[in-house]
């Protein structure tokens, strides 16, 4: 089965995890860069702003997710909710996604990220899942393990 695993990360976590995915399950890996500046007081101020209004933004990224049989897709959460980077690539990949697994990173409080995800996409994922900081090491082994069975 031919994996990609796309996210998107402010701080490294979501990264982390999806760099972790990527080695063991040997799937691809691309990462949606957001155009606008995320960095600083401010940055964070605005993130938890749009994704509290369910902002869209510029995004890149690399990989076609129709040439992927499943595509794992991660985002921090922001105020409970999606980035608007991650909400961006689903609303623009919503017909190439054969079949998804989706994956959050957040403090604690996951709030609807992953049903707003689900939303966005239109589709069931195969799995939805959501990885607190403090117990990182903990959700990726759960991840990975989980990904391994259903592929
Ligand atoms: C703007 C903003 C809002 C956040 N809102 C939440 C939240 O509602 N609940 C939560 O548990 N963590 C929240 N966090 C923490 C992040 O979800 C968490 O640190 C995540 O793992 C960061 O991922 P990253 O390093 O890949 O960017 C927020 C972080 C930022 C920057």
Redesign the pocket.
């Known amino acids: 089965m031919k994996m990609l695993v796309a996210f998107y990360?402010?701080?490294?976590?979501?990264?982390r995890v999806a760099q972790e995915i990527v080695k063991a399950l040997n799937a691809d890996i691309d990462e949606v860069i957001d155009k606008k500046s995320r960095r600083g007081i401010l940055g964070?101020l605005i993130?938890?702003y749009d994704?509290t209004r369910g902002k869209t933004t510029e995004i890149e990224f690399e990989k076609d997710p129709s040439d992927y049989d499943l595509v794992i897709i991660g985002t921090?959460?922001?105020?409970?909710r999606v980035t608007p980077a991650i909400r961006t690539y689903l609303l623009q990949n919503r017909e190439k996604i054969k079949s998804a697994v989706f994956f959050s990173?957040?403090?604690?409080?996951?709030?609807k990220c992953l049903e707003q995800m689900e939303e966005l996409w239109g589709k069931k994922p195969l799995l939805k899942k959501v990885l607190v900081?403090k117990r990182l090491d903990k959700g990726i082994k759960d991840i990975v393990e989980e990904l391994k069975a259903l592929c």
């Open positions: 990360s402010r701080s490294g976590t979501t990264k964070f993130a938890g994704a921090p959460v922001w105020n409970g990173t957040c403090a604690g409080r996951f709030g900081r």
